[in-house]
């Protein structure tokens, strides 16, 4: 009976192994060509994916189905200066909030006790990706913007792959179930469920896999660096004029903070002078009385 049952595992496995050979050449013939161009980096100036309509017609007709429902993962990052800090961070949460995304982490960091430095503010959010235009228009409107940049991760031939290796696993599960059944020994009943285990487990992780993809796919991540400044920096394009006014004008505020940074220093350095001040004072003075004395004991 022991040779039986594991002729008949070892028949079953072997199936299953077939299946699953089949099933991941299929799905590698069929997504060949939206596995190329896998990721992509793009920025501000141009945000379009790399497929071309007639990449897609190259395709057959069972294909099709895969690639109209491709799997994306997208991410934005966007440098962005403002005057008005505090307001534009209250907005930027209200915002994700109202998109129903959310902060997957946030960090604020400036204006320390004894520091001039102006604050910065770094969040990693994540907002529906049917969304994530609103939102980055929304970000462009309330700030300025000086540096964006798009990176597109296709995936879909490894999920399409997981999804393959998850079907063939519950079928394999369903014959192990059927044959836990008709399992007479306790021994059999043992190798049997062992093999049930490792089986289950493997679908739980695969599961997991899928439910992560899921969400990166879902979900678009923007990291967000959110610069404090006195003057947003001049991003749009300028003619002649233009740039000589915009040159002269943070020369002189430069020229200025810089006046202001000294009388600052010398003005918080006062408390460091004082000692040394009163010993060059008494030191003067120390030397008028000797020289006095002096004279005196000459006139006699």
Same mark, same amino acid.
């Given at each position: 009976?022991?040779?039986?049952?594991?002729?008949?595992?070892?028949?079953?496995?072997? *199936? @299953?192994?077939?299946?699953? @050979?089949?099933?991941? @050449?299929?799905?590698?013939?069929?997504n060949q060509k939206t596995a190329d161009g896998a990721s992509g980096? =793009?920025?501000? $100036?141009?945000? +379009?994916?790399e497929s071309t309509d007639e990449e897609f017609n190259e395709t057959s007709t069972s294909t099709g189905a895969v690639t109209d429902n491709r799997k994306i993962i +997208? #991410? &934005? +990052?966007?440098?962005?200066?403002? #005057?008005?800090?505090?307001?534009?961070?209250l907005d930027i949460e209200t915002k994700i909030k109202a998109l129903g995304g959310?902060?997957?982490?946030?960090?604020?960091?400036?204006?320390?006790?004894?520091?001039?430095?102006?604050?910065? !503010?770094?969040?990693?959010?994540?907002?529906?990706k049917e969304k994530s235009e609103e939102f980055s228009t929304f970000v462009s409107k309330t700030s300025v913007v000086i540096r964006r940049a798009v990176t597109t991760e296709d995936i879909t031939l490894t999920y399409v792959d997981t999804e393959s290796r998850l079907e063939v696993l519950k079928a394999e599960k369903e014959s192990l179930e059927k044959l836990l059944t008709t399992a007479s020994s306790v021994e059999d009943i043992i190798i049997v469920r062992?093999?049930?285990t490792t089986v289950i487990q493997d679908i739980e992780a695969y599961s997991s896999r899928l439910r992560?993809? $899921?969400?990166?796919v879902d979900y678009t991540t923007i990291t967000l660096t959110v610069q404090e400044v006195e003057r947003t920096k001049v991003v749009e394009k300028q003619n002649a004029w233009q740039q000589i006014g915009? /040159?002269?004008?943070? /020369? *002189? !505020?430069?020229?200025?903070?810089?006046?202001?940074?000294?009388?600052?220093? !010398? =003005?918080?350095s006062i408390p460091y002078l &004082? &000692?040394?001040?009163?010993?060059?004072?008494?030191?003067?003075?120390?030397? #008028?009385i000797a020289k006095s004395k002096k004279n005196k004991k000459d006139s006699q």
């Open positions: 009976m022991k040779n039986k049952l594991s002729a008949l595992i070892t028949g079953v496995l072997a *199936f @299953c192994m077939v299946i699953m @050979c089949f099933t991941a @050449c299929g799905s590698k013939g069929h980096y =793009v920025t501000e $100036d141009s945000v +379009e994916m +997208e #991410k &934005i +990052e966007m440098t962005l200066q403002t #005057k008005t800090f505090d307001d534009l961070v959310y902060v997957e982490s946030s960090e604020i960091t400036g204006r320390e006790v004894d520091s001039n430095n102006n604050r910065r !503010a770094n969040f990693t959010v994540r907002i529906p062992e093999k049930l992560t993809f $899921d969400n990166l915009t /040159n002269l004008a943070n /020369n *002189f !505020a430069n020229l200025w903070n810089g006046i202001v940074d000294i009388f600052v220093f !010398a =003005v918080s &004082i &000692i040394p001040a009163v010993a060059v004072v008494a030191l003067i003075f120390g030397l #008028k």
